[in-house]
Antibody, heavy 120, light 110 residues
Framework: EVQLLESGGDSVQPGGSLRLSCAAS????????MRWVRQAPGKGLEWVSG????????YYADSVKGRFIISRDNSKSSLHLLMNSLRAEDTAVYYC?????????????WGQGTLVTVSS | QTVVTQEPSFSVSPGGTVTLTCGLS?????????PSWYQQTPGQAPRTLIY???TRSSGVPDRFSGSILGNKAALTITGAQAEDESNYYC??????????FGTGTKVTVL
C-alpha cells in the first residue's frame, strides 16, 4: 500500500525558514518523480515544485522560485521542501504527491498534508 | 501568468448529469496538456479521478468520464450521487516540468 506522510509544518514568522518532509512507502521511491502541492485556507490547489526520481532535475512555480528548494533522499525514501524567505501568502496546507509516471503527467497518490502558517 | 479557468460552481440533481470544463486563457486545451482531474472534499486530501484526458484512476466509478469538448478539457458526471458533492480541480501539464491547477469547481448535489 502506497503511503505518503508529510511532517514539518509549523507556525513561522515572515522571512523565516521551514523544512517539510514526506516519508514514502509502498512503492519504488527512486523510480517515481514527486511533487509538492499547496492549498491556502479556503483556496484552490497550487502546484509548487517537482523533482525527478533521480533528484537530478527540479522544477518550481514562479511564486516560489528562488525561495524554495526541493530535494529527496532515495536511500531513506524521503522527499523534502526547504522553504526560505517565507511570506504570509505561503500559508497553506502542503501536500506531497507521487507522480503516476509512464508519461501520464498526473499524480496518483497524495499525502494528508502538513500546515504551514506564516504570521507575525 | 497562465490561468486555467473552471466554472466556480454547479448544482446537479441526484441522478442528473453535469459537465465541468477546464480552459486556458491563451490556448485551446488538447491532449498535449495531459489534462487530469481531482476530487477534494473539505479537510481531505485530493483524490485522483481521471488522467491523460479520459483514463479513470483505479476504483473510480464509471459515472465519471473525461474528454475534450471544443477547446476545453471536460469532466462529466453521469448519474450524480450525493457523495459526488465535492470540489473538482483540473490539472494541466504546461511542459518543462511545470503544472497548473484550474481554479476549481464546487459541485452541489441537491
Amino acid at each position: 500500500e502506497v503511503q505518503l506522510l508529510e511532517s514539518g509544518g509549523d507556525s513561522v514568522q515572515p522571512g523565516g525558514s521551514l523544512r517539510l518532509s514526506c516519508a514514502a512507502s509502498g512503492f519504488t521511491f527512486s523510480s517515481s518523480a514527486m511533487r509538492w502541492v499547496r492549498q491556502a485556507p479556503g483556496k484552490g490547489l497550487e502546484w509548487v515544485s517537482g523533482i525527478t526520481g533521480s533528484g537530478e532535475t527540479t522544477y518550481y512555480a514562479d511564486s516560489v522560485k528562488g525561495r524554495f528548494i526541493i530535494s529527496r533522499d532515495n536511500s531513506k525514501s524521503s522527499l523534502h521542501l526547504l522553504m526560505n524567505s517565507l511570506r504570509a501568502e505561503d500559508t497553506a496546507v502542503y501536500y506531497c504527491a507521487k507522480d503516476r509516471g509512464r508519461g501520464t503527467r498526473s499524480f496518483d497518490y497524495w499525502g494528508q498534508g502538513t500546515l504551514v502558517t506564516v504570521s507575525s | 501568468q497562465t490561468v486555467v479557468t473552471q466554472e466556480p460552481s454547479f448544482s446537479v440533481s441526484p441522478g442528473g448529469t453535469v459537465t465541468l470544463t477546464c480552459g486556458l486563457s491563451s490556448d485551446s486545451v488538447s491532449t498535449t496538456y495531459y489534462p487530469s482531474w481531482y476530487q477534494q472534499t473539505p479537510g481531505q486530501a485530493p483524490r485522483t479521478l481521471i488522467y491523460t484526458t479520459n483514463t479513470r484512476s483505479s476504483g473510480v466509478p464509471d459515472r465519471f468520464s473525461g474528454s475534450i469538448l471544443g477547446n476545453k478539457a471536460a469532466l462529466t458526471i453521469t448519474g450524480a450521487q450525493a457523495e459526488d458533492e465535492s470540489n473538482y480541480y483540473c490539472l494541466l501539464y504546461m511542459g518543462s516540468g511545470i503544472y497548473v491547477f484550474g481554479t476549481g469547481t464546487k459541485v452541489t448535489v441537491l
